[in-house]
């Protein structure tokens, strides 16, 4: 039986990049896996190392989260839906890996390095977010964490935490925590419409459930040059195909590709590639848009969509209860029994 976990942050609303990259293979995921063996969370506690993070809007950026998840298929009966924040012991096993771990592996975090770099004043939560994550993938004892290129680090200092737990407080052949892998998705970078890895920090970003005018005038602004769609081009630079690319059957995507290479009569102009950019997104969205808008804005949907993430929330915080506890008898806090149990 194999358990995954992943946890997404609140930054927002989803992108393609974020599906693509993310969120459709959490979904395949946890339809592979056995029921109850796929927990997904939003990682609240994490948006807040971001000064910038507005706390009007982190409660309905949870929610959007959640919702996208749902609207794209994913089953609440067989994954465990949940808020970070509805798991209170995954800070306490952040505390317990603080203190067995050095300085100098957070001091190597490439995440923490670059965010400075980009001239984010930091705040301790951001130096100590590794330790914060470790603890929220340990704590639900998965075998595999699906995540971009961009969270191997931090899946790989997990792993160290692991070792650094049992050097202290292990004994031999026997870990105390279990030792999670992990997992890059199939799509490892989406485009933005300006042609550079799609991020919601660039502004370059394409919402999923965009829809009519707006979608229209946001693939509108997807970049392109002043060539006649006579002209040969490489396809792999022509950035509304490489965003049609994910849409389509692959056999779809090689005449696309073919007639734009050739150029002459026929060849689409980049309106036209647009244009079935907009129908493919329209079409395989669909349906989840409607799902989406009714867990957003209706009341039943509304309260439907809350009951999922506390009852998640329970089932994950359960699981959480019994690996913390494991950990605590081990470092000599066994007394934590009575608090558990209360
Ligand atoms: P953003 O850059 O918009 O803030 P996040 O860093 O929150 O996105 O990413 C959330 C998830 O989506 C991560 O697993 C990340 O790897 C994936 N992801 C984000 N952008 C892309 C992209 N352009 N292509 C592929 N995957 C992406
Ligand atoms: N750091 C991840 C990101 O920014 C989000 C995250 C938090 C996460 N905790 C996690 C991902 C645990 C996987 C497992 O995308």
């Not at 970078?189 to 999923?208: A, F, L, Q, T």
Request: glycine share 8%; aromatic share 8%.
């Amino acid at each position: 039986m194999t358990r995954y976990l992943s946890g997404i942050q609140p930054t927002g609303k989803p992108h393609l990049g974020n599906y693509f990259g993310a969120i459709k293979e959490h979904i395949e995921c946890a339809k592979s896996a056995q029921p109850g063996e796929a927990f997904y969370f939003v990682a609240d506690y994490h948006a807040l190392t971001n000064p910038n993070v507005n706390s009007d809007e982190l409660e309905q950026n949870i929610r959007a989260i959640a919702a996208t998840y749902l609207a794209l298929g994913l089953d609440p009966n067989r994954a465990v839906l949940f808020r970070q924040s509805d798991v209170p012991e995954v800070t306490e096993l952040a505390w317990i890996l603080a203190t067995s771990t050095g300085m100098g592996l957070l001091e190597r975090a490439h995440s923490y390095k670059d965010k400075v770099a980009k001239g984010m004043k930091p705040n301790v939560g951001l130096f100590t977010y590794p330790l914060l994550m470790a603890a929220d993938i340990l704590i639900y004892d998965p075998d595999i964490v699906p995540v971009g290129k961009d969270q191997i680090q931090h899946i790989e200092m997990t792993q160290d935490m692991v070792t650094y737990i049992d050097t202290r407080f292990g004994q031999q052949d026997e870990s105390i925590l279990k030792r999670p892998e992990w997992k890059l998705s199939q799509t490892p970078k989406v485009v933005g419409i300006d042609g550079e890895k799609m991020s919601s920090s660039y502004g370059n970003d394409i919402w999923i459930f965009e829809s009519g005018k707006a979608l229209k005038k946001r693939v509108n602004k997807i970049v392109t040059d002043s060539k006649a769609p006579e002209e040969a081009k490489n396809p792999d630079e022509v950035i509304p195909l490489q965003l049609l690319k994910l849409f389509v059957e692959d056999a779809t995507y090689q005449e696309w590709a073919t007639k734009v290479k050739s150029g002459g009569e026929g060849a689409p102009g980049y309106g036209h590639i647009k244009k079935a950019l907009m129908d493919a997104m329209d079409t395989t969205f669909e349906d989840a848009r409607l799902e989406y808008q009714r867990l957003m804005e209706r009341d039943e949907g509304k309260r439907e969509l809350d009951q999922i993430l506390t009852d998640g929330g329970k089932k994950a915080r359960s699981v959480a209860q019994s690996v913390l506890l494991r950990v605590m008898q081990r470092v000599g806090l066994g007394h934590v029994t009575q608090r558990l149990s209360s």
